[in-house]
């Protein structure tokens, strides 16, 4: 595998609710180490009602 030169974390994840208890952020976080992935995974509280809102403000990040 290649090594990263510069200094910006892929960030993965799902939009939920509730996600407070979801535990796949551990196993998931414990994968990428292993793998020596610099990948972050997010749990996001997001209502359904508002899921359209979050898409969009997900998209500005490219």
């Known amino acids: 595998m290649e090594k990263k030169t510069d200094f910006k974390s892929e960030l993965v994840g799902v939009f ?15 994968a990428f180490k292993e793998l020596g992935l610099d ?18 403000g997900l998209r500005a990040f490219h």
């Open 16 to 30: 939920g609710h509730p996600v407070s208890e979801n535990p796949t952020v551990v196993m998931v976080e414990a």
């Open 39 to 56: 990948w972050r995974y997010l749990t996001i509280e997001v209502r359904p009602e508002d899921l359209a809102d979050a898409v969009n």
